[in-house]
């Protein structure tokens, strides 16, 4: 699975262009942009939104790593149905 660094800016579109010239497969959606973790660190891509004048509201990393996915639903607490006294 992959590693994807997910930024909100207030013009989406602009800032995916912008980054697009710099980094590859970057997808904007729903209007959040998801660049790729490769060879770029977070700071690295963050540094590039500075330098190119994107204004970063919020970002986070998502994995895209369905094995992950699995144990994180099936570590998670279980709520156990208890019969009214």
Do not use: K, M, N, Y
């Not at 800016?9 to 998801?34: F, Y």
């Not at 204004?55 to 149905?81: K, N």
């Amino acid at each position: 699975g992959g590693r994807w660094l997910v930024l909100t800016t207030d013009a989406p579109g602009l800032a995916a262009r912008l980054l697009g010239s710099r980094h590859s497969a970057v997808v904007q959606e729903a209007g959040e942009i998801q660049v790729p973790l490769g060879t770029s660190s977070p700071e690295d891509i963050l540094a590039d939104c500075v330098a190119l004048g994107i204004d970063v509201r919020a970002s986070r990393i998502r994995r895209d790593d369905l094995e992950q996915r699995f144990f994180d639903l099936i570590e998670r607490p279980s709520r156990v149905a208890e019969a009214d006294a």
